[in-house]
């Protein structure tokens, strides 16, 4: 691998590691607040997660037959006769997959996560701040991590950012601060 693409490579990871903190810090201070509130319900049920590589067989079908298993999974939870949840790094990373393993188009990712997130019987924290940034990720050509970022600030009431990353030019509410 060209010294380039290692650095570019480098970079893209570092980045996604740091979306994936924010984003893990911010699960973390929502438990947190559940547990104080007293509606995080720590009881032991049938209370099931979905990692990515289930929801990535059933949009890709590139392994028949887990992609078969993965299916009938998806029927049930569509037809509501199952609930599970999908952590917000899970669904992070089915994007960046999609988009850079499988060489999907932002515009494609963004489709086929919209509909799989529009399911009433899959959970995901933030949800809908998960959805504008795909949109903004398809509309803007922008990184997935920068689209939640901004969506995160515009939700925030914020519009300066400290970054030296130009893409965010692109981003009409945020103002890209250099330090």
Same mark, same amino acid.
């Given at each position: 691998?060209?010294?380039?693409?290692?650095?570019?490579?480098?970079?893209? +990871?570092?980045?996604?590691? =740091?979306?994936?903190? *924010?984003? =893990?810090?911010?699960?973390?201070?929502?438990?947190?607040?559940?547990? /104080?509130?007293?509606s *995080?319900?720590? !009881?032991?049920?049938?209370?099931?997660?979905?990692?990515?590589?289930?929801?990535?067989?059933?949009?890709?079908?590139?392994?028949?037959?887990? =992609?078969? /298993?993965?299916?009938?999974?998806?029927? &049930?939870?569509?037809?509501?006769?199952?609930?599970?949840e999908?952590?917000?790094?899970?669904?992070?990373?089915?994007?960046?997959? *999609?988009?850079?393993?499988?060489?999907? !188009?932002? @515009?494609? $990712?963004?489709? /086929?996560?919209?509909?799989?997130? /529009?399911l009433? @019987?899959?959970?995901?924290?933030?949800?809908?701040?998960? +959805?504008?940034?795909?949109?903004?990720?398809?509309?803007?050509?922008?990184?997935?991590?920068?689209? #939640?970022?901004?969506?995160?600030?515009?939700?925030?009431?914020? @519009?300066?950012? #400290?970054?030296?990353?130009?893409?965010?030019?692109?981003?009409?509410?945020?103002? &890209? $601060?250099?330090p």
């Amino acid at each position: 691998m060209a010294a380039p693409n290692l650095f570019r490579l480098k970079m893209m +990871l570092r980045h996604l590691e =740091a979306a994936f903190r *924010l984003m =893990a810090r911010r699960t973390l201070m929502r438990l947190k607040l559940k547990l /104080k509130r007293g509606s *995080l319900n720590m !009881s032991p049920s049938n209370h099931r997660f979905v990692d990515t590589n289930i929801l990535l067989r059933f949009l890709t079908n590139d392994l028949p037959e887990q =992609a078969d /298993k993965a299916s009938m999974l998806m029927q &049930r939870i569509q037809s509501g006769r199952e609930t599970v949840e999908l952590s917000i790094l899970a669904a992070a990373e089915i994007v960046w997959t *999609l988009e850079r393993f499988y060489k999907l !188009s932002k @515009s494609n $990712v963004a489709s /086929k996560m919209s509909s799989i997130l /529009k399911l009433k @019987s899959l959970k995901i924290s933030d949800k809908n701040i998960f +959805l504008e940034a795909l949109s903004l990720y398809a509309e803007k050509n922008i990184s997935f991590t920068d689209a #939640y970022i901004a969506i995160q600030m515009k939700r925030a009431g914020s @519009s300066e950012l #400290y970054t030296f990353d130009k893409e965010f030019d692109r981003v009409e509410h945020v103002q &890209r $601060v250099e330090p």
